[in-house]
Structures are given as C-alpha cells and as structure tokens.
C-alpha cells in the first residue's frame, strides 16, 4: 500500500497532484516542463509494476473525482502552461481506473504516454508565445489565426490531441477504459471528455479567433512548423497501429 502512496504523486491523486503542478509551476524552462510531464507519470507505472498488491478498489472513484476536479478546473485558467498541468493530471488520474483492473503493464505504459505527450507539446508551444506577447494567457491576443498561421494550426491540432479526438491515440486510449468501467464510471468518465472538449474550446477562443490585436509579429518556422506535424503524425500512426485490435 506504501508503494500505492507514493505513486499516486507520479500518477496525481488529489491532494497530492499538487506535488506536480506546483514543480510544473516553479519550472521556468518550457524544455524542463516537458520532461517532467512525460517522465513523471512512467516513474508511478513503474511503482506499480513492482508493488506486491493490487490496486484496490477504492483508488477507482479517487481518481474519477481527481480527474473530475481538474477538468473542472481547466474551464477557469487560461494560461497555457497551467492548462497543460492541469489537463495532464486529469488524464492520468483515469490510469489507476484502468490498473484498478489488472491491466497489462505494457497498456498502462502506453496509456500514460498517450496523455502525456500532448500536454509536453503544448508546454513546448508555450514558448513561442511568451517570445512574442510576454505570456502564453488566452485572451491576450486573439485572433492569431490571420497573423500566425503555422503557430495557430499546430496548437489547435496539439489541442484537440491532447483532449483525446479521433484519430488520436488518446480517443482509442479512453474507449478502452470505458469497456473496463462499469456504467457509473464509464458516465463519470463521458463527462470528464466532455469537460475537456468544452475547455479546449475556451482555449483555443482566446488564443486563435476573435479580434486580432497583434502587431507584426513574425510566426514560427517552418522547420519548427514540421518539427511538431511530424511528431504528431508519428504519434497518430503509433497510437492507431498500437490499439489495432485492443479495442
């Protein structure tokens, strides 16, 4: 049960998801912000995988209400890299759902990597906008769409992957911890995608439509631009060859 403990900081439980978000928020670096969010939840798999019992059920409708909490919490900020933290740790908090069932260590692995990819990428966009307008904060300059096309396309596609929409692998990812719940938390977790979706909206409002109020400001790279369409690319075709046939 220690072992259980300790990993639900690596796979965030609330209260102790704060661990997480508060060492995302003193990390400066967009660079160290990535690699936290994709290294940190493998150290809790790897808990997981060495622990002597089970996870029991009871972790179950802890991690839905984690999760619940932070998505709820995503309608309310609007700064990119705490909207990254935020939706991170509700994704993984729905990996204890899917080990509470004596899932393969392999697909706890897999599923964890599908949630926390997205979320490294947009902390990795977060840069470019703090470059240009001092913060990463929806609403500060919106209309980006007419001014920085290449930066607009990458974040909405890093967005909507990020909230699990088809064909990424997170949508293939939810839908088999749906067959593993039964009919409650497979509503708790519909809302919770829903939630998501709602707040990816809100997001993506304040940051690539409305009134464009921005000076000339010169867009990302192409190389940069190519960089993240083929990690992404290479993302969707792992995550569809990977989940052939699990579902």
């Known amino acids: 049960m220690t072992l259980l403990l300790i990993a639900s900081l690596f796979l965030p439980l609330f209260p102790l998801s704060a661990v997480l978000n508060g060492a995302l928020t003193q990390l400066q670096s967009p660079a160290a912000r990535c690699a936290v969010l994709l290294l940190w939840p493998q150290l809790g798999v790897a808990l997981l995988q060495i622990a002597a019992h089970g996870v029991p059920p009871l972790f179950v ?15 309310t900020v609007r700064d990119m890299g705490r909207w990254a933290g935020y939706l991170a740790t509700s994704a993984l908090a729905l990996v204890w759902a899917l080990a509470a069932g004596d899932t393969p260590i392999v697909d706890l692995r897999l599923f964890t990597f599908w949630f926390s990819l997205p979320p490294a990428l947009m902390a990795l966009l977060a840069h470019p906008l703090i470059q240009r307008f001092g913060a990463a904060y929806a609403g500060l ?9 290449r930066l607009s396309g990458v974040l909405a596609v890093t967005v ?20 593993a719940l039964d009919w409650t938390g497979m509503l708790a977790v519909l809302a919770i995608w829903l939630v998501w979706g709602w707040a990816a909206t809100k997001l993506l409002q304040g940051f690539i439509f409305g009134t464009d109020r921005t000076s000339s400001i010169a867009d990302i790279g192409r190389a940069l631009t190519l960089a993240f369409t083929g990690v992404l690319g290479i993302f969707v075709a ?8 699990g579902l």
Request: aromatic share 14%.
């Open 141 to 149: 300059q919106g209309g980006l769409i007419g001014r920085l096309p």
């Open 160 to 179: 909507l992957t990020a909230v699990a929409t088809p064909p990424f692998p997170g949508f293939f990812a939810l839908l088999r911890l749906l067959h």
């Open 61 to 75: 409708p802890w991690a839905l209400l984690t999760s619940a909490f932070y998505a709820l919490r995503l309608l």
């Open 238 to 245: 792992a995550g569809l060859y990977l989940t052939r046939g």
